[in-house]
């Protein structure tokens, strides 16, 4: 079983950043490969990022690569994604997920979810 829990969603101008994290635990959390989604309203969950625990390896939504990085501080057991030059379509709720396949880019891959965290970007 893996329990994640999400963190540093808030509102924020146009052009701001924000740091989101994720707290991973449960026994075996470092054999999986870990996602960030979005969902904003009225649309589907969309992937935004991917990296291994083991190996660090990452993999992203070439939409949001150069702006957004994902990163892991194994000893923390805790994923950031690193959001720079938001702007207001990056608007919606942040999911944290777990999964055990790469390169981890569908919903359908991933076992575990944390319960999200807002961000909003004003114009």
């Known amino acids: 079983q893996v329990q994640l829990v999400e963190s540093g969603g808030g509102l924020v101008q146009a052009g701001g950043s924000l740091r989101l994290s994720c707290a991973a635990s449960?026994?075996?959390?470092?054999?999986?490969?870990m996602g960030w989604f979005r969902q904003a309203p009225g649309k589907e969950r969309e992937f935004v990022a991917s990296i291994s625990w083991y190996s660090g390896s990452t993999s992203y939504i070439d939409s949001l690569k150069g702006r957004f990085t994902i990163s892991r501080d194994n000893a923390k057991k805790t994923v950031y994604l690193q959001m720079n030059s938001l702007k207001p379509e990056d608007t919606a709720v942040y999911y944290c997920?777990?999964?055990?396949?790469?390169?981890?880019?569908?919903?359908?891959?991933?076992?575990?979810w944390g319960q999200g965290t807002q961000v909003t970007v004003s114009s």
């Open positions: 449960g026994r075996t959390f470092s054999t999986y490969r």
């Open positions: 997920a777990a999964g055990k396949t790469t390169p981890g880019r569908y919903v359908g891959e991933y076992d575990y």
